[in-house]
């Protein structure tokens, strides 16, 4: 009888922490995401919004929206800026440019580090980015990733370097 006793409580030991390891492995891991808005009309600007706060309510939790100030669109939005010590590296920037609403501009850029696969997570994050990006620009701009651009990918690169992106 005290043998089975002890057989039960070491099962149960053992269930238990397998149970408790389980837990430890599917705890979930959201994407973080940097905007950086380099657009100056209202109406742009009111189009960022919307793609924000859609993404915001999706699988990308964690967003976060830095002003630009630069002359063109192919300027280097986070010139001068640092990402300071307390702030986590982002898995994705969208670089959304100057000139969208008079067409000078038609791309959104989305900064990734250009692995072929990617996490569950950050896949499901990407196609969310992508399909926002379409819905929200419709016929405006579509979005681009490192696989399309060589902007972002040097983009990617200097971000990495500046401690602004995984």
């Known amino acids: ?9 070491l099962l149960l030991t053992l269930l238990a922490a397998t149970s408790v390891g389980a837990l430890s492995v599917t705890v979930r891991y959201a994407p973080r995401l940097l905007v950086v808005d380099s657009t100056k009309s209202l109406l742009s600007t009111m189009w960022v919004a ?3 706060a859609v993404v915001k309510s999706s699988e990308l939790p964690e967003v976060d929206v830095r002003l630009s100030n630069v002359p063109g669109e192919y300027d280097e939005p986070l010139s001068g800026q640092c990402p300071g ?6 898995d994705f920037v969208v670089m959304v440019p100057r000139g969208l609403d008079d067409g000078s501009a038609t791309l959104i850029w989305i900064v990734s580090d250009g692995r072929v696969c990617f996490s569950p997570a950050e896949q499901v994050g990407m196609d969310v980015l992508k399909k926002t990006i379409r819905q929200a620009f419709a ?28």
């Open 139 to 166: 016929g405006v701009a579509e979005s681009v990733d490192v696989s399309q651009d060589l902007f972002a990918g040097c983009l990617w690169a200097l971000y990495r370097n500046q401690g602004w992106i995984r």
């Open 50 to 52: 919307g793609f924000v």
């Open 1 to 9: 009888m005290r043998k089975r006793r002890a057989e039960t409580a």
């Open 85 to 90: 010590n307390d702030v986590e590296p982002y």
